[in-house]
């Protein structure tokens, strides 16, 4: 049969913008919820991370929000830059220290 | 300083032959995790050890993988017999304990294509 692959969701912003990047997630036992950049040919490289016991914290020009209410995750990058064109991931920490990621989102940055 | 090192970079193999990756991990890192990334599946965890013991094999696909660790700088991943379906980028992370929970230290990802 004809395989299907991901439908990676995309994200197209102006340079300059701020972009949100959204993730549902599923484990409500996770202890901690992080945010990695995949840019083309390389590894996840990580961005930042939130434990489960907060709703946000903030980075340089990113910053997390956390509602386990509805196990939403999201990522806000202020002022974004063509560098920050990349797939991001949400990511999942267990108590038993695996690490399980979502399925992505394609940021394209448009100068 | 060096990152996590993977080799090799790309292979291409045909169906029915051995495969065998390789990891390096950063110095004073305790732990190490094999992924599997494919447009099919995203980004899969294989297995992970912590202070060279397998701690997590329960995303090994089935019996024609296999996962080593015999010291703290080296693992090792092993297909055998490999197949089409096994094509993927496979990665190798580590993380330090005590570091930024978080955080693991990807390599560059191994590219394999079996024929």
């Known amino acids: 049969g004809e395989s299907v692959g991901l439908h990676l969701p995309t994200l197209s912003v102006q340079e300059g913008d701020n972009s949100i990047i959204n993730c549902a997630y599923s484990?409500?036992?996770?202890?901690?919820f992080i945010w990695y950049k995949q840019e083309s040919g390389k590894g996840p490289q990580f961005i930042i991370d939130?434990?489960?016991?907060?709703d946000k914290r903030q980075g340089q020009r990113v910053t997390v929000l956390l509602n386990k209410t509805v196990k939403h995750l999201s990522l806000q990058i202020a002022a974004t830059q063509p560098g920050d064109s990349a797939v991001y991931f949400c990511?999942?920490?267990?108590?038993?220290?695996?690490?399980?990621f979502g399925t992505g989102t394609s940021l394209t940055v448009i100068p | 300083d060096a990152g996590v090192i993977q080799s090799p970079r790309h292979e291409v193999t045909e169906m029915g032959q051995e495969v065998t990756l390789r990891c390096k991990p950063i110095?004073?890192?305790?732990?190490l995790f094999w992924y599997r990334q494919t447009m099919m599946r995203g980004l899969e965890l294989l297995i992970y050890?912590?202070?060279?013991?397998?701690?997590?094999d329960s995303g090994m696909p089935e019996d024609r993988f296999s996962a080593k660790m015999p010291n703290a700088s080296f693992s090792t991943l092993k297909i055998q017999p490999s197949e089409p379906r096994d094509s993927a980028v496979y990665f190798c992370?580590?993380?330090?304990?005590?570091?930024?929970?978080?955080?693991?230290?990807f390599g560059e990802g191994s590219r394999l294509t079996v024929l």
């Open positions: 992370a580590s993380r330090k304990t005590g570091g930024i929970t978080g955080e693991l230290f």
């Open positions: 484990n409500s036992a996770s202890d901690y």
């Open positions: 939130i434990r489960s016991n907060m």
């Open positions: 990511a999942e920490k267990t108590s038993g220290n695996q690490f399980y």
């Open positions: 110095s004073g890192h305790n732990s």
């Open positions: 050890f912590n202070n060279n013991v397998p701690i997590d």
